[in-house]
């Protein structure tokens, strides 16, 4: 079954179910069902209800991936709990995509070059970004350096416990 936020959407545009099932063409309890998760909708009338809440099927429908949902924000690029972005503000945000590159960590220039070669050593891709820029650490030197890791959303998991394996204060 396809999970929803269909009530939340409904609810803040001020709809009854009544009235959005009118607006779609079909039942109150045809809107109930949906919303309780207990049918999952046409396409067609995914598209409807969509049409009617001026937002996307993707913003209203999606599918759980095995415990709570995680909604990404692609500016941001770091994943919440709730479809709301804890550091901008933006509202709607997506369920994360398996390739969706997620901030994972931030670390200095001697703990950066560790989970790099075990992240090299497993074959997981991911991207790093150095936060002072490259003039100012030519000038400065490599030792002040901070690195943001991000990795797909896929690897998060793995990755998230790798990140406690290796730099937790016991180890």
């Given amino acids: 079954m396809a999970q929803n936020r269909l009530a939340e959407i409904r609810e803040s545009l001020g ?28 396409v067609s009338l995914a598209l409807k209800i969509a049409a009617v809440c001026n937002c996307s099927v993707h913003d209203i429908f999606f599918m759980e991936t095995g415990g709570n949902t995680a909604y990404y924000c692609p500016h941001c690029r770091v994943l919440n709990a709730v479809p709301v972005c804890e550091i901008c503000g933006k509202t709607r945000l997506p369920p994360a995509k398996v390739n969706d590159a997620v901030f994972l960590t931030e670390l200095d220039f001697f703990a950066s070059g560790i989970l790099e070669s075990a ?10 970004d150095g936060l002072l820029g ?6 400065a030197g490599t030792k002040l350096e901070r690195f943001r890791f991000f990795v797909p959303f896929g ?10 394996t290796l730099f937790s204060a016991e180890a």
Avoid: H, M, W
Avoid at 17 to 42: F, H, K, M
Avoid at 134 to 139: D, H, I, K, N, S
């Fill in 15 to 42: 709809y009854s179910q009544a009235q959005l099932a009118d607006l779609v063409g079909v039942s109150r309890q045809t809107i109930s069902s949906v919303e309780r998760g207990n049918a999952d909708p046409s």
């Fill in 119 to 128: 992240l090299n050593e497993k074959k997981i891709p991911y991207e790093k």
């Fill in 134 to 139: 490259r003039g100012f650490t030519l000038r």
């Fill in 155 to 164: 690897a998060y998991k793995v990755c998230k416990e790798l990140v406690e």
